[in-house]
Nanobody, 130 residues
Framework: QVQLVESGGGLVQAGGSLKLSCAASGRTFSGRTFSSYAMGWFRQAPGKERESVAA????????DYADSVKGRFTISRDNAKNTVYLQMNSQKPEDTAVYYC??????????????????WGQGTQVTVSS
Protein backbone atom coordinates (compact mmCIF):
# COMPACT_ATOMS: atom_id res chain seq x y z
CA GLN A 1 0.00 0.00 0.00
CA VAL A 2 1.28 3.43 -0.97
CA GLN A 3 0.61 6.59 0.93
CA LEU A 4 1.37 10.17 0.02
CA VAL A 5 0.70 12.60 2.84
CA GLU A 6 0.79 16.34 2.27
CA SER A 7 1.43 18.86 5.02
CA GLY A 8 2.29 22.51 5.47
CA GLY A 9 -0.88 24.09 4.19
CA GLY A 10 -2.60 26.94 5.98
CA LEU A 11 -3.63 30.56 5.80
CA VAL A 12 -1.22 33.18 4.52
CA GLN A 13 -1.53 36.79 3.46
CA ALA A 14 -0.94 37.83 -0.11
CA GLY A 15 2.78 38.22 -0.71
CA GLY A 16 3.60 35.65 1.93
CA SER A 17 5.18 32.22 1.74
CA LEU A 18 4.36 28.64 2.60
CA LYS A 19 6.29 25.41 2.13
CA LEU A 20 4.38 22.23 1.46
CA SER A 21 5.77 18.77 2.09
CA CYS A 22 4.68 15.42 0.74
CA ALA A 23 5.95 12.32 2.51
CA ALA A 24 5.79 8.93 0.81
CA SER A 25 5.36 5.83 2.89
CA GLY A 26 4.07 2.29 2.76
CA ARG A 27 5.28 -0.56 0.63
CA THR A 28 7.87 0.10 -2.03
CA PHE A 29 6.05 1.52 -5.03
CA SER A 30 5.51 -1.55 -7.18
CA GLY A 31 8.90 -2.84 -6.18
CA ARG A 32 10.71 0.39 -6.95
CA THR A 33 12.01 2.99 -4.56
CA PHE A 34 10.72 6.52 -4.10
CA SER A 35 13.78 7.84 -5.88
CA SER A 36 12.67 6.09 -9.07
CA TYR A 37 9.43 8.05 -9.28
CA ALA A 38 8.60 11.37 -10.84
CA MET A 39 6.71 13.62 -8.45
CA GLY A 40 4.27 16.41 -9.08
CA TRP A 41 2.13 19.01 -7.36
CA PHE A 42 -1.37 19.87 -8.49
CA ARG A 43 -4.12 22.04 -7.08
CA GLN A 44 -7.86 22.44 -7.26
CA ALA A 45 -9.83 25.49 -6.25
CA PRO A 46 -13.55 25.32 -5.41
CA GLY A 47 -15.64 25.11 -8.54
CA LYS A 48 -12.60 24.80 -10.77
CA GLU A 49 -10.84 21.96 -12.53
CA ARG A 50 -7.62 20.48 -11.23
CA GLU A 51 -4.62 22.52 -12.28
CA SER A 52 -1.05 21.44 -12.72
CA VAL A 53 1.52 23.27 -10.62
CA ALA A 54 4.99 21.72 -10.77
CA ALA A 55 6.85 18.48 -11.44
CA UNK A 56 10.26 17.03 -10.74
CA UNK A 57 12.03 14.04 -12.23
CA UNK A 58 13.36 11.15 -10.16
CA UNK A 59 16.81 12.69 -9.80
CA UNK A 60 15.61 16.24 -9.31
CA UNK A 61 17.49 17.21 -12.42
CA UNK A 62 14.52 18.46 -14.42
CA UNK A 63 11.80 20.74 -13.15
CA ASP A 64 8.57 21.81 -14.82
CA TYR A 65 6.20 24.59 -13.79
CA ALA A 66 2.84 25.91 -14.81
CA ASP A 67 3.07 29.42 -16.21
CA SER A 68 0.93 30.70 -13.36
CA VAL A 69 3.56 29.83 -10.74
CA LYS A 70 6.86 30.26 -12.61
CA GLY A 71 9.28 32.45 -10.70
CA ARG A 72 7.25 32.14 -7.49
CA PHE A 73 7.11 28.42 -6.68
CA THR A 74 9.98 25.95 -6.40
CA ILE A 75 9.66 22.18 -6.36
CA SER A 76 12.39 20.04 -4.79
CA ARG A 77 12.85 16.57 -3.37
CA ASP A 78 14.90 14.73 -0.80
CA ASN A 79 15.07 11.09 -1.83
CA ALA A 80 16.75 10.10 1.43
CA LYS A 81 13.64 11.32 3.25
CA ASN A 82 11.11 10.11 0.65
CA THR A 83 9.78 13.64 0.55
CA VAL A 84 8.97 16.21 -2.10
CA TYR A 85 8.51 19.90 -1.33
CA LEU A 86 6.81 22.92 -2.84
CA GLN A 87 8.12 26.30 -1.73
CA MET A 88 5.53 28.95 -2.51
CA ASN A 89 6.60 32.60 -2.43
CA SER A 90 4.88 35.85 -3.38
CA GLN A 91 1.56 34.15 -3.01
CA LYS A 92 -1.59 35.52 -4.55
CA PRO A 93 -5.25 35.03 -3.63
CA GLU A 94 -5.65 33.00 -6.81
CA ASP A 95 -3.24 30.43 -5.36
CA THR A 96 -5.99 29.44 -2.92
CA ALA A 97 -6.76 25.76 -3.47
CA VAL A 98 -6.33 22.27 -2.16
CA TYR A 99 -2.84 21.15 -3.12
CA TYR A 100 -2.13 17.52 -3.98
CA CYS A 101 1.10 15.69 -4.54
CA UNK A 102 1.32 12.76 -6.92
CA UNK A 103 3.81 10.07 -7.91
CA UNK A 104 4.47 8.73 -11.38
CA UNK A 105 6.14 5.36 -11.90
CA UNK A 106 8.78 6.45 -14.34
CA UNK A 107 12.27 7.85 -14.61
CA UNK A 108 11.25 9.74 -17.71
CA UNK A 109 10.25 13.38 -17.73
CA UNK A 110 6.44 13.42 -17.56
CA UNK A 111 6.05 17.05 -16.63
CA UNK A 112 2.76 18.32 -15.28
CA UNK A 113 0.41 15.94 -17.13
CA UNK A 114 -1.83 14.55 -14.35
CA UNK A 115 -2.68 11.49 -16.44
CA UNK A 116 0.89 10.26 -16.08
CA UNK A 117 0.70 10.00 -12.26
CA UNK A 118 -0.57 6.86 -10.56
CA UNK A 119 -0.58 7.73 -6.87
CA TRP A 120 -2.18 10.74 -5.21
CA GLY A 121 -2.28 12.22 -1.74
CA GLN A 122 -5.38 13.49 0.06
CA GLY A 123 -4.46 17.13 -0.27
CA THR A 124 -3.71 20.09 1.98
CA GLN A 125 -5.61 23.38 1.96
CA VAL A 126 -3.81 26.60 1.13
CA THR A 127 -5.69 29.86 1.59
CA VAL A 128 -4.20 33.19 0.55
CA SER A 129 -5.99 36.24 1.88
CA SER A 130 -5.93 39.59 0.10
Amino acid sequence: QVQLVESGGGLVQAGGSLKLSCAASGRTFSGRTFSSYAMGWFRQAPGKERESVAAITWSGGTLDYADSVKGRFTISRDNAKNTVYLQMNSQKPEDTAVYYCAAGNTRERIGVDPGKYEYWGQGTQVTVSS
